[in-house]
């Protein structure tokens, strides 16, 4: 008999089992099980493997961002986002695409945010998985995934946790809280704080710190997602007939934003034939 699989957690399960603040009725938590109990079926396999255009867009300027600072002369030459755009081969991508990221690697070469910072990662963002982290304690224990975008450190010393965003995605001050979790375990001797940057709008979020008591909270909470989350697949690999009642669907409007409106029995919107 194999060894259970040990829960794990991170940003993206948590987003999957809990809505953000205001959001409950746009939550569904069906979507939860096409993604992390259904993945290795044909049809969800297809489904999930599709890269919508944001998504697209959120890859290759994280790829341009690495590329910069990668190859740091492209920083000061004039033709240095061309030089970026051929390496990113952007060429082969939609006209809207092409456009919007030749927008957001033109802005970063005018106002590139990590100049001069002391980079300690900063990552392409189509590595996959980062390494767990194994989280050990008396009353549970967990994987946690952390996929960070840039680590940094600041002139006072401080650990610099940035994520970056594009489009009109929102600020989730969980995911920072995760990343700091991680941090506390990856970089244990200095203090850490983290934040957000939307390189198409070239905002910046507040910059976000928690206490120790805080990010015990955050643990103890991801611990509680991730054994939730290993119960209920255990509960649907027993009975797969009860899909539907161990991810119960919420249909509506925001049916027609979900990748699995067109396999979901309960969507509220079927995907239109290509030719319709």
């Known amino acids: 008999m194999s060894t259970p699989e040990r829960p794990f957690a991170s940003y993206h399960l948590w987003s999957l089992v809990a809505p953000a603040a205001g959001q409950q009725h746009l939550h569904c938590q069906m979507r939860r099980g096409f993604i992390k109990a259904r993945q290795h079926e044909p049809q969800v396999q297809a489904l999930l493997a599709k890269v919508t255009a944001p998504q697209r867009i959120g890859l290759l300027a994280q790829k341009g961002i690495y590329e910069f600072h990668h190859n740091r002369n492209l920083l000061s030459q004039s033709d240095g986002v061309q030089k970026v755009a051929e390496l990113l081969k952007l ?24 100049s001069g910072k002391r980079i300690l990662l900063l990552t392409r963002g189509d590595e996959g998985f980062p390494k767990p982290i194994w989280v050990e304690h008396k009353h549970y224990s967990f994987r946690l995934y952390a996929a960070m975008d840039c680590v940094f450190i600041e002139s006072n010393g401080a650990l610099h946790i940035l994520d970056f965003k594009t489009g009109k995605s ?14 506390r375990y990856l970089y244990p001797r200095q203090k850490a704080i983290a934040s957000f940057y939307n390189l198409e709008f070239a905002k910046k979020s507040d910059l976000i710190s928690v206490t120790r008591g805080e990010l015990d909270f955050v643990e ?57």
């Open 91 to 114: 060429d082969k991508y939609s006209e809207a695409v092409q456009q919007r990221v030749l927008q957001i690697l033109t802005q970063y070469h005018h106002q590139p945010l990590l």
């Open 220 to 276: 103890f909470e991801l611990a509680t997602i991730a054994q939730k989350h290993q119960e209920d697949l255990q509960k649907y690999q027993q009975k797969i007939y009860k899909f539907s009642q161990i991810f119960p669907p919420n249909p509506g409007y925001h049916c027609k934003f979900c990748p699995f409106n067109s396999i979901c029995e309960f969507s509220a919107f079927k995907a239109l034939p290509k030719n319709a």
């Open 170 to 183: 929102t600020f989730d001050r969980r995911q920072a809280l995760v990343y700091l979790l991680a941090a």
